[in-house]
């Protein structure tokens, strides 16, 4: 076995301000139209959870992406160009997912998508997209098949989608990252792994798994749960009477909270530790008041920490937005600029305007992008994803998230 360590985290530059909003007219040729004085218009299309148990993450995500277009259009950052936004709710549906990836394929103005939040949302889009060579960038997903294809884990890496990019860095990091975590610095041996059975979490929890064996831990039981019920007694019970003194969860806040609240009713009291789907104040209220102690890892530093993202914090807070940034907030930001900053290097390599082929040429645009976002460097390898591999552990204390450690996951 390779050695792994973690390497402390470096901050890096320069985020965005706020700003206000103008449009142009619509066009069916592709990329907006020219109007009088309002130049051409490109839509940035969302595509997440709006409605639903995880609208919390949701709606972080639109507003973010707002806020950036808001940024670009007060900046003229894109000369000639007016950028503006459409939302889209797939209720973390795969189905809906697709349905949304159709509908904004069809709207010519669209030249970029943010989105999705789910893993398993995003496999039922990216064919839809890369058969428009429309690009789309995920603040979110972590799955790794999703930019290594299947056999990712044999070291057969194989980019599906050459459309698809993500901002956040993936489970292949994330699961061994928060099993050296609890390995090494919490000193837990004997863990309990339950997980949803859907993409991200199985995923998730299987990277984990492999780790946390790799180092000396013991597996003492391993279940998985059905995420449309909210009555986990009988798992509960198994993980009381299994003897782990911490149990590692796959899944989502919708189910983690109430899970953590009932294998501590049933006398487990042992940490729950999850991904970045549980990092959300939310799974503290369905956890309860004995949440405290659990855990969690989340893509990035926190973003209240980062000089490159005060002003990303403070344009947001003062631009009104009724729901918190949330999780994603500084990648969808900078997913939405990565789109922005491609935008922009195709209208200055084409005379100042949008080619007819706008679309093919932003999508291969987008690999070259790199900036200083909210977030860090932002920049792409040569599946599409992410260069910043940061990841920060959570703890709960005193009802609230407070981070204990950040680092990158090295293998």
Not at 342 to 349: F, G, T, Y
Not at 357 to 379: I, L, P, S
């Amino acid at each position: 076995m390779r050695q792994r360590s973690l390497i402390a985290i470096t901050a890096a530059l320069a985020a965005g301000a706020l700003t206000l909003t103008a449009c142009g007219s619509r066009d069916e040729n592709g990329g907006g139209s020219d109007s009088g004085g309002g130049g051409t218009t490109v839509t940035i299309g969302v595509d997440a959870p709006l409605t639903g148990d995880l609208s919390a993450l949701g709606l972080g995500i639109k507003n973010s992406v707002d806020l950036a277009t808001k940024q670009a259009n007060k900046d003229n950052f894109v000369d000639g160009v007016k950028f503006k936004v459409e939302a889209l709710d797939d209720q973390a549906q795969p189905s809906s997912g697709q349905q949304n990836a159709t509908k904004l394929v069809a709207d010519k103005e669209v030249l970029g998508v943010v989105g999705p939040l789910n893993s398993s949302v995003a496999e039922s889009m990216q064919k839809v997209f890369d058969d428009a060579k429309l690009v789309e960038v995920s603040p979110a997903n972590t799955g790794p098949t999703l930019t290594q294809g299947p056999d990712w884990q044999s070291g057969k890496k194989a980019r599906p989608y050459k459309s698809y990019f993500r901002t956040a860095t993936t489970d292949a990091i994330q699961g061994p990252f928060a099993a050296q975590y609890l390995y090494n610095d919490a000193k837990k041996k004997k863990v309990f792994v339950i997980d949803d059975k859907k993409t991200y979490g199985a995923g998730l929890a299987g990277t984990f798994t492999d780790e946390f064996k790799k180092l000396g831990g013991k597996v003492v039981g391993t279940e998985h749960i059905d995420p449309d019920t909210k009555d986990f007694s009988a798992v509960a019970t198994k993980v009381k009477n299994a003897g782990a003194d911490v149990v590692y969860y796959g899944g989502e806040y919708p189910q983690a909270g109430p899970l953590s609240k009932q294998i501590k009713a049933a006398g487990g009291n042992i940490p729950l530790v999850g991904g970045d789907g549980i990092f959300d104040p939310t799974f503290i209220k369905l956890a309860g008041k004995n949440s405290d102690g659990d855990l969690a890892t989340s893509v990035g530093a926190p973003v209240e920490d980062l000089p490159s993202a005060k002003e990303f914090v403070a344009n947001y807070k003062a631009a009104g937005y009724k729901e918190d940034y949330a999780a994603y907030g500084g990648y969808s930001y900078d997913s939405a600029w990565a789109i922005i900053e491609a935008v922009k290097k195709v209208v200055e390599d084409n005379d100042g305007k949008l080619p007819d082929d706008a679309r093919e040429k932003v999508t291969a645009a987008m690999q070259n992008v790199a900036f200083d976002g909210v977030t860090g460097k932002v920049a792409f390898d040569e599946y599409g994803d992410a260069t910043n591999k940061q990841l920060t552990v959570y703890g709960v204390e005193g009802g609230a998230w407070k981070p204990k450690k950040s680092g990158t996951y090295t293998g």
